[in-house]
């Protein structure tokens, strides 16, 4: 049952997942009177939906977003934002619907929710021409309840193919979710203090290097993996706490931190035709000064037995 309730027996086995990387502004504190964020998500194979539960505490929750197709300004609200990707190929997602970023608002008096995302026939960011769309009918059930600051979220959502549409009927577009099934995944939340068009925070639950910080609502790249596992005690592997850090700094050095339970790899980074400018392999942490690199964008990926970690990388 979708009540907004995370007693129910269902979640007792899912583990939680925290939002505690801050992109904006990046790489800070935020007292947890402030803000604090966590979530957990499991699979049916038999709804074939995904069901999420989110809580967060927040000591002012702004709400009162009303949609319209010109009216882009719901970030400025207090939003649980959910990336995610189908088929994890990554790339470009911001106005095609190959990957989606729903921005889940708090309602007004009209609604209990929204999700708002963005959609254009030929795949312009024309901010003026009316691209944001409202994909409420992707989550079959919502519930949110709260007590005092602390919010608590419950729904399900459909899982869509990269052929969808805005106009198309989701039900006719819904991926398949099976065991071993890989898609990308990130939870952010985007966190507005006061009444006035701003937002304040923007908290994650994956690690971003500073150039990435703002990149997901573009590109799928960014997103953390999340492998579906049949029967498995939490019933989801969600790879987001398997994630390396990985950046080059201003000094042309790659530096790579490797997560304690992933202490070995093989890293390659390629530029954007795929060409491999460097390869190594890696041994718990690693610095490594490459001063041939030129400015531009880069593919860093680190592959630890059957597991594999992209990310994109841009040096200035």
């Not at 980074?269 to 400018?277: A, H, P």
């Not at 718990?284 to 059957?306: F, H, Q, T």
Request: aromatic share 12%; proline share 3%; net charge negative.
């Amino acid at each position: 049952m979708i009540d907004g309730d995370g007693a129910d027996a269902v979640w007792s086995g899912a583990n939680w997942l925290d939002l505690n990387y801050m992109w904006d502004p990046y790489n800070t504190t935020l007292p947890t009177a402030d803000f604090s964020g966590r979530y957990k998500v499991l699979w049916n194979k038999t709804t074939n939906l995904l069901y999420f539960l989110v809580e967060t505490t927040d000591e002012y929750f702004r709400t009162g977003y009303v949609f319209s197709k010109t009216n882009g300004k719901y970030s400025f609200y207090d939003v649980v934002e959910v990336f995610l990707d189908e088929d994890r190929p990554g790339g470009d997602h911001a106005a095609n619907n190959s990957a989606f970023a729903y921005h889940i608002t708090g309602g007004n008096t009209n609604t209990d929710f929204d999700a708002l995302d963005i959609f254009s026939e030929n795949n312009q960011l024309n901010w003026g021409a009316g691209i944001y769309v409202n994909y409420r009918s992707h989550f079959p059930e919502f519930k949110c309840t709260n007590v005092g600051t602390k919010y608590t979220l419950e729904f399900s959502l459909m899982v869509l193919n990269r052929n969808y549409k805005a106009t198309d009927n989701p039900n006719l577009f819904k991926a398949n979710l099976v065991n071993g099934k890989k898609m990308g995944l990130t939870l952010a939340y985007c966190d507005n203090d006061g009444e006035d068009e701003t937002r304040d925070n923007f908290i994650a639950s994956k690690y971003e290097t500073s150039s990435n910080r703002d990149a997901s609502w573009q590109n799928s790249i960014t997103f953390a993996h999340l492998t579906l596992i049949e029967n498995a005690p939490n019933n989801i592997e969600n790879i987001s706490e398997l994630n390396p850090k990985i950046w080059i700094d201003n000094k042309h050095t790659l530096n790579l931190e490797m997560p304690s339970n992933c202490e070995t790899g093989n890293l390659q980074l390629t530029n954007m035709d795929g060409k491999i400018v460097f390869e190594r392999k890696i041994q718990n942490s690693y610095k490594n000064n490459i001063p041939e690199l030129r400015p531009g964008c880069y593919v860093a990926i680190l592959k630890n037995n059957n597991r594999k970690f992209v990310q994109k990388i841009i040096v200035i």
